[in-house]
């Protein structure tokens, strides 16, 4: 897939996510010249691919932006958009990846009637493996949802919905969930070492258990459940591990409070 835009696209905030959907896009086959950055100090891995594919970072060289994606912290929206709203024209489609602001809250800074897509992207969008939930306004026309589709499909898979309220579960399950995997991968090569595996053994199991068995459940049609249920053997090593972390207090009920954390957290922010 090569990526095509109908013009400019004006990427506010090169951070972690902002940068990684660069990153994506520009693999996909995006032209650099297409893109223009504003970010006064992008991370230090960010800042060498910009220069490498010749970027301007530089927000008064946008002109007449097709997309602007508005990837900074929820906190900083209210202080940036003054400056970037002027930017947009009357068929800009406006992307914000800010987490737990709400479509209403973005409307106000910008002209009547501005197409805004409200979307939660995850950091594999990197290496084009990411999943974007989105929502949008009503001024979002058919093209503009198939330009932002685009983008976020250059970089994994996107799920559309209709109602708003379900972007706070949605960021809580994938937009975060990226850390509880490297988590889960943290503990466990911990725990091997434990057991008396050699450090970087038990690192180099744990990673590529959990990356052989992400592949796996990608490519199979059977539910996480039933792949569970085909390697634990009656009362062997894995229902034995099981056992424990499926009882009371354990894997199942710490997610769903971890979960459920993360999604207050998102409400709040909206507030």
Not at 27 to 44: H, R, T
Not at 72 to 77: F, M
């Amino acid at each position: 897939m090569t990526l095509r835009l109908a013009g400019p696209l004006l990427l506010v905030g090169a951070g972690k996510m902002g940068g990684a959907l660069l990153e994506g896009w520009l693999s996909q086959g995006l032209d650099p010249a297409q893109v223009i950055v504003s970010d006064p100090a992008p991370p230090a891995d960010i800042a060498p691919m910009l220069e490498r594919h010749g970027i301007a970072n530089d927000i008064a060289m946008a002109r007449d932006p097709a997309v602007i994606v508005i990837a900074v912290k929820p906190q900083l929206i209210d202080q940036i958009l003054p400056s970037v709203a002027p930017l947009a024209g009357k068929d800009t489609l406006i992307m914000s990846i800010a987490a737990g602001r709400p479509l209403a809250s973005l409307a106000p800074h910008f002209a009547g009637g501005a197409a805004i897509v409200r979307a939660m992207p995850n950091t594999p969008a990197s290496i084009g493996m990411g999943i974007t939930v989105a929502c949008a306004n009503d001024a979002v026309t058919q093209d503009q949802a198939r330009e932002c589709t685009d983008l976020l499909e250059a970089v994994g898979k996107v799920v559309w919905v209709e109602d708003e309220s379900l972007m706070d579960a949605a960021t809580a399950v994938s937009g975060s969930g990226p850390a509880y995997v490297f988590l889960l991968a943290e503990c466990l090569a911990e725990a091997g070492e434990a057991e008396g595996l050699p450090k970087d053994i038990a690192a180099e199991l744990a990673r590529a258990t959990i990356a052989g068995a992400g592949e796996l459940m990608r490519r199979s049609d059977l539910t996480a459940a039933e792949l569970r249920e085909r390697v634990t053997s009656p009362k062997g090593t894995t229902a034995a591990a099981l056992e424990i972390l499926m009882g009371k207090g354990g894997f199942p009920d710490l997610l769903r409070r971890a979960v459920a954390a993360a999604s207050e957290r998102s409400r709040k922010l909206s507030s």
